[in-house]
């Protein structure tokens, strides 16, 4: 019987009891370290569309599912997430849960689905000022914009990371719920911890619903994620 091992691609993985009945994990993956067998020795199946593809999109998905498995394992469940036609992962029965990756990094949030309603979770590396200039008009609404008047450029491009990334985090949390896609325009950061949405999305998320939104600042970027309880 072969002995499921950790990929040696993955590094540094740390658990986060967030909330009774929600987890996170995250880690460190190298591309350079995948190997042939890596997928085969972590009991990870490699799914038939990605065994084409390059190095760094297998080391992504293979670093997500093993961290998915070890928090569903934390919450006592068994099973790796599927991955559906939109290539988002599908969780199994009574979980749900949500995976992102940037510059090396993964980070995986898994839910209880008796205790939590949606969870959506994302890391982005900081943007350069220069970036973040260009992007500013695509991510931030007009209202967003005004926000960032009297601040250095360093201090914009910082808040718009975190507005793109809690933006992206609304859009794995609401997505699944609403079946319908949405843009960086339709939520706007109002207040200090929660976006707004400023379009309706269904007869449950109307405009104007307002969505707890928490992140954490580091050094390489910015994390957030929203998890919504039942």
Not at 45 to 63: C, F, G, Q
């Amino acid at each position: 019987m072969s002995v499921i091992q950790r990929p040696n691609c993955l590094s540094r993985v740390h658990q986060e009891d967030v909330a009774t009945g929600l987890v996170r994990i995250s880690g460190r993956y190298q591309i350079d370290r995948l190997c042939a067998d890596s997928f085969s020795r972590a009991g990870i199946p490699l799914p038939p569309t990605l065994e084409s593809a390059v190095a760094k999109r297998r080391t992504e998905y293979l670093a997500g599912r093993w961290c998915a498995r070890e928090g569903l394992r934390a919450l006592g469940f068994e099973g790796i997430p599927g991955m559906g036609k939109d290539r988002a992962p599908q969780w199994p029965d009574g979980t749900l849960g949500s995976i992102t990756h940037s510059h090396g990094y993964v980070e995986v949030m898994v839910a209880d689905a008796r205790q939590w309603l949606t969870v959506g979770l994302d890391t982005e590396q900081w943007l350069s000022a220069e970036r973040a200039n260009r992007l500013c008009h695509e991510l931030l609404t007009e209202e967003e914009r005004q926000t960032l008047r009297g601040l250095t450029p360093i201090q914009q491009a910082n808040r718009i990371t975190l507005i793109f990334s809690a933006k992206e985090s609304l859009f794995k949390a609401l997505y699944p719920l609403t079946g319908k896609r949405f843009y960086f325009h339709d939520a706007a950061k109002r207040e200090h911890s929660s976006l707004t949405l400023l379009r309706t999305l269904s007869e449950d998320w109307p405009k104007g619903t307002t969505i707890p939104v928490r992140w954490r600042e580091r050094q390489y970027g910015v994390l957030s994620w929203i998890a919504l309880p039942k």
